[in-house]
């Protein structure tokens, strides 16, 4: 049973580069979910999707982009790196709005 | 929008009874959910209440009082590895559907 599986585990990047973070789950649930933690700090949602092909701003959209063309995948975009995206990344899946959050194990990137 | 309150730490000795407190305001209210995180790992789902009351898993339980927008996990025979990040979470209505929104989390140490 993989689960949400996230790559890269770890990653860093330059200024100004872009990379895209892989989130893969194989439980056929519907939502998926992007969140980035800060040292210390709680989860912030950056974007979710309710299905293939639907997607919706969270609390953090901003410098992020995602596209959700299958059940399985929800790849989350970074453009133009900066300092401030330097944080982990984690990926979640639900079935439906009832049911309990499964993580990845987060990817952790810093931006210099 | 959503908020969450819940206390930056609480410190407990092994054998303990501790009891980790939200508070939230939302626009619409679709269950209160408790999640642990241990140093460096993924969130794990705990527990979940959508009607006002107790629910109890071993030695953990969670209650709900809607009227108040209050909740609390309760961790009795504390262990050593209860040491971890608690964090609440309530479900935002976005455009799409609905997302879970986190607290800043509650750091646990357990000492002996």
């Known amino acids: 049973n993989a689960g949400v599986t996230q790559t890269p585990k770890f990653r860093i990047l330059k200024i100004g580069q872009s990379m895209t973070l892989q989130c893969t789950q194989d439980?056929?649930?519907?939502?998926m979910y992007w969140y980035r933690q800060d040292p210390g700090m709680g989860l912030k949602l950056i974007y979710y999707s309710v299905g293939a092909g639907i997607t919706d701003k969270g609390e953090v959209p901003n410098g992020y982009n995602v596209s959700r063309s299958t059940t399985e995948d929800f790849p989350l975009r970074l453009e133009l790196a900066a300092p401030s995206q330097t944080s982990v990344y984690f990926c979640a899946s639900s079935y439906g709005t009832g049911g309990s959050l499964h993580f990845g194990n987060g990817t952790r990137l810093t931006v210099t | 929008g959503q908020s969450l309150e819940q206390p930056s730490e609480v410190t407990a000795v092994e054998g303990a009874i501790v009891q980790i407190n939200c508070t939230y305001q939302?626009?619409?209210?679709?269950?209160l959910s408790w999640y642990q995180q241990h140093d460096g790992g993924a969130p794990t789902f705990l527990s979940y209440?959508?009607?006002?009351g107790l629910e109890e898993t071993g030695r953990f339980s969670s209650f709900l009082s809607r009227s108040d927008s209050y909740g609390y996990l309760l961790l009795q025979e504390l262990q050593m590895k209860d040491s971890a990040s608690y964090f609440c979470a309530v479900r935002d209505q976005g455009q799409a559907g609905t997302a879970l929104i986190f607290g800043k989390g509650t750091t646990l140490s357990v000492s002996s």
């Open positions: 439980m056929n649930h519907n939502y």
């Open positions: 209440n959508g009607l006002d």
């Open positions: 939302t626009s619409g209210f679709y269950g």
